[in-house]
């Protein structure tokens, strides 16, 4: 097959698993030569020459070896407009790996399903994420015998996936007598189902038993899921009973997956659990700080803050939004001002969600398991006291209540009484954890 099909067939297979919005990044780019199994792809320009390594490059050398077995390694060259080509060598670039790397490093192992790019070298650390990361790093010292299980939970795209594989993938580096196996729940429960139906129970048992490590991924997905759970409730005896070390990740506490079977919920308990929470500004602020690093991108601390200000959404969103700053900035040749990149990210810019007085009391009523209407009585209960300045102290802070409006609302307190209230909370913040987990729990069921 010559360069000219090979690419074509190339971008062929790239569409069924690529956005065509996505695929415009491989517009301009051809196959400019093949020498000693290296295949040497023509690109526009060092960003875009970036932009498709990270992005493209693992599956790009993947489809090139289902046509050509030869193909053991993918480099890049830079085309200039008009003809004109030079060779551009990435070997150097930081956070970059050489391309003739051996393929085990470009592919999710079969035998495992764990990325290699996972791996605490890779994972940004902030005051959000420290206590879990601190809880991944007990495991790795004595993988089965320390947090077991581990459970961690937090919104969508906070870089739990990437934690338990990073976990993963030193426990496989490290210990190579130990076999290691990374699954979403959906998978376990599509194997368990297949062998139902086939009658190999016994089979699916067998399978996942044979590992020292088991990391299940998205365990909210088995609510209401009674065989499953069945069947994961049984491996984690066996598990746990052998010393084999268990990873959980879910977006949400045990607690409040409805459906969950209580004897389930009892053994994610009896490890250790952990909470991602929406990172702090210090924490985007060091996200963005690594990530612009990655494209040469120099970001004003002005800058910085206003994004980590503004920009209320998860770590992936946080990412996109800079990449649409890597876009202009490339396009324009020069670094954007301030004004520039706020009017460029002001869809991104999330306003805080609108919420009643009334959800909000639910909400914490329902947390802490008492009538709504104590939060609006007088009562000084001390079952009731906490919940009631959580309540306040929210209304404040996230949605802006002034305080004669909130005492107004809350049972006709003074406005004094919520200024005490919300002061309290804050106090209590500072040297509570478990206060803090408490929160954020509140606040992701909002």
């Known amino acids: 097959m010559d360069h000219t099909k090979l690419w074509e067939a190339v971008k062929i297979e790239m569409e069924l698993d690529v956005s065509k ?33 990270k992005h493209f490059h693992n599956t790009i050398l993947r489809i090139l070896r289902t046509h050509n077995e030869s193909v053991r390694g993918l480099d890049y060259v830079i085309a200039e407009i008009g003809g004109n080509k030079k060779e ?31 791996t605490f070298d890779s994972f940004i650390i902030g005051p959000f994420n420290q206590i879990a990361h601190a809880a ?40 190579p007598n130990k076999k290691v196996f990374y699954l979403t729940s959906e998978k376990f429960g599509t194997d ?5 139906q086939t009658n190999k129970m016994a089979y699916f048992k067998e399978k996942y038993r044979k590992y020292d490590a088991i990391i299940v991924d998205d365990i909210q997905f088995f609510s209401g899921k009674e065989k499953f759970q069945e069947e994961l409730f049984h491996l984690f005896n066996h598990m746990y009973d052998n010393f084999k070390q268990i990873i959980f990740s879910s977006d949400r506490h045990p607690n409040y997956i409805p459906n969950l079977e209580d004897r389930l919920k009892s053994r994610f308990g009896a490890g250790m659990m952990v909470d991602v929470p929406t990172p702090d500004k210090d924490s985007k602020v060091a996200i ?12 004003e601390e002005e800058v910085l803050n206003h994004l980590a200000e503004n920009i209320n959404s998860n770590i992936r969103e946080l990412e996109g939004v800079l990449n ?13 001002s301030l004004t520039e990149i706020k009017n460029l990210v002001k869809d991104a810019v999330k306003p805080k969600k609108n919420v009643s007085v009334k959800e909000v009391v639910k909400v914490v009523a329902q947390f802490y398991n008492i009538e709504e209407d104590n939060i609006y009585d007088k009562t000084r209960k001390k079952e009731v006291v906490k919940p009631r300045q959580l309540t306040m102290y929210l209304l404040r802070e996230d949605f802006c209540l002034s305080y004669p409006s909130i005492g107004e609302k809350l049972g006709g307190r003074d406005h004094t009484t919520v200024i005490h209230s919300c002061e309290k909370i804050k106090g209590d913040l500072k040297t509570d954890p478990s206060l803090t987990q408490e929160l954020n729990q509140i606040r992701s069921m909002l």
């Open 21 to 53: 919005g996505n695929l415009m990044w491989l517009k301009d780019s051809n196959i400019h030569r093949m020498e000693e199994g290296v295949v040497y792809l023509n690109v526009p320009s060092t960003f875009i020459k970036e932009w498709v390594w």
């Open 88 to 118: 551009e060598s990435i070997r150097n670039i930081k956070n970059t790996v050489c391309s003739e790397l051996p393929l085990d490093d470009f592919y999710i192992n079969k035998e495992d399903n764990l990325n290699p790019r996972y």
């Open 136 to 175: 991944a790093q007990a495991i790795i010292q004595n993988p089965g015998k320390v947090y077991n299980p581990l459970f961690i939970y937090g919104n969508t795209g906070l870089g739990k996936t990437h934690l338990i594989q990073a976990v993963g993938n030193y426990i496989k580096k490290h210990y």
């Open 192 to 196: 368990c189902l297949e062998c139902l």
């Open 288 to 299: 963005l700080k690594a990530k612009s690093r990655f494209y040469n991108l120099v970001l």
């Open 324 to 336: 649409t700053i890597v876009i202009q900035t490339q396009m324009k040749g020069k670094h954007l």
